[in-house]
């Protein structure tokens, strides 16, 4: 089945050069693009499995099915010489002998799937807890989260970027073949922790 991007409603060059303007309106458009991200993914896993039971229901204990029909769902793709001659180009010369590009990554459609899989990662614990909710930060400029849509709480100063951490996760469960159908559970048990404790300012 056709599985679209989800593209963002004008050119963001730089997260960190978007205005208070601009960055609450991608996140207004981000919030009305939840619904259809959520249904593409049902549908995907409708298409995909003869299971026609719909697990989606928000609850906790959903995350594990979700993960597993992940797992089966997960492309790898060999990179180009010239895609790896550009990454190597842009590590410090005198560190480009040391450090090992690798030669496989994720294929776009693995990726889509990880960013709706942490959409609805985020809807399980935001549906749990009314404290928290979609938001975006400001400050600091350095943060590799500024601008875009994370978690935030009204009680809590914790941030969590639900799409850069499941997209993460992925890239470590490929790496180390790690097929451990409860890790996404898990990873949303470590969201409800920080959250409650107000563990970190931004993890």
């Not at 991608?26 to 959520?38: M, Y």
């Not at 549906?127 to 601008?147: F, L």
């Amino acid at each position: 089945m056709e599985y679209p991007i989800m593209e963002p409603p004008f050119e963001i060059k730089s997260f960190r050069e978007l205005s208070a303007k601009e960055s609450k309106a991608l996140l207004n458009w981000f919030e009305s693009q939840i619904p259809v991200r959520l249904d593409l993914l049902q549908k995907a896993i409708k298409h995909t499995t003869d299971d026609s039971t719909e697990f989606l229901d928000f609850s906790p204990l959903s995350l594990i099915p979700l993960w597993r029909w992940f797992l089966d769902q997960i492309e790898i793709k060999e990179k180009t010489q010239e895609e790896i001659m550009i990454e190597k180009l842009n590590i410090p010369e005198q560190l480009r002998n040391i450090i090992e590009i690798e030669t496989q990554e994720l294929s776009v459609g693995t990726q889509i799937l990880a960013m709706d899989i942490a959409i609805y990662t985020a809807e399980v614990l935001i549906r749990s807890n009314s404290e928290i909710k979609w938001g975006r930060i400001r400050k600091p400029k350095s943060s590799i989260d500024v601008n875009r849509p994370v978690l935030i709480s009204n009680s809590s100063k914790v941030v969590i970027n639900p799409t850069n951490q499941i997209s993460n996760l992925t890239e470590r469960m490929v790496e180390i073949g790690n097929t451990n159908e409860r890790i996404l559970k898990e990873k949303y048990e470590s969201w409800v922790y920080f959250f409650s404790n107000n563990h970190l300012k931004e993890y």
